[in-house]
């Protein structure tokens, strides 16, 4: 099978995603992975007719069939957003007439759906089922403590280096979120107890802080899943547990225990507090007694 060959337009879309916007890295390939598949799937809707080029018809004809693949529609509109920016690129550069995307969204159809979490049993478990013996088991417990205690993406956990834990402030530094944002997370004291530990058994400050044993290279998203699977087993879990589940785990917690959505937020990296209010569906009454707050006596509102 010959690899996809990308119409030069999108080559430089793409290009401009990278190098104008300085989109990161893997926002970029997500990009790349939805254009060749929109590419490859409209092809046998309109044939040799290129996607800027497509009608609203044609691309409500394709959701009908992704749909009926089982795409979700979270999936589906997240394509329809990547498709809706190459088209706003096609139409500025004078290739298309219009953007028969720009303001549709699926938005009626959307359900949110309450992410995997653990609870605070499991959470408990889950640590404790990390022993910190050896040097080994000290820097799988703080992957483990990391990425629940400060809700890291994967990603940002591989990516952090020694220069990124700012000691005089107890925080950790994410310098390319999602998005390529930067932010600042405070570090429990619990985790903190034991960064501390971790670094000054280190020898030298520079470079990856989360490293391979062997060959003292930078952590890769397989040997962290590797590492929180280990422990899952260890722990008896019997649900699957990912390390998203710990970040959804961080933020669930940090709900129920009344922080504030936009703090939470923050914490998460999200662009705003509106893509953290799915956490809401994991906490049900929370809604409804924030409303009840209006008309408790004394200082109520109603």
Known sequence: MSKLRLDPLIEGYLDYQSKIRRLAPRSVVDI?????????????VRPAVPLWKLTLADYMTWLNQQREAGYSPQSLNKD??????????????????????????????????????????????????????????RRNRLVILLLYGCGLRTSELCQLDFADVDIERQEVVVRHGKGDRARRIPVPDAVWTVLLAFLAERKGRRG??????????????????????????????????????LRHSFATHLMDRGVDLAVIASLMGHRSAQETGVYLHALPGRREHAVKLLSKKPGGLL
């Not at 653990?118 to 050896?134: G, N, Q």
């Not at 930078?218 to 589940?245: E, N, P, W, Y």
């Open 32 to 44: 790349k992975c939805t254009l060749k598949r929109a590419v490859t799937s409209l092809e046998k």
């Open 80 to 137: 329809i957003s990547h498709l809706r920016g190459l088209l706003e690129y096609a139409w500025r550069s004078g290739r298309a007439d219009r953007n028969v995307l720009d303001g549709f969204s699926l938005q009626d159809s959307v359900r949110l759906v309450a992410p995997k979490f653990l609870s605070i049993e499991d959470a408990r478990r889950l640590v404790e089922a990390c022993p910190s013996h050896t040097r080994l088991e």
């Open 208 to 245: 990856a802080l989360i490293q391979t044993e062997k060959k003292q290279t930078r952590f890769s998203s397989k040997d962290v899943c590797a590492v929180v699977q280990a422990a899952t087993l260890k722990a008896g879990l019997t649900q699957m547990v990912t390390a998203k589940t």
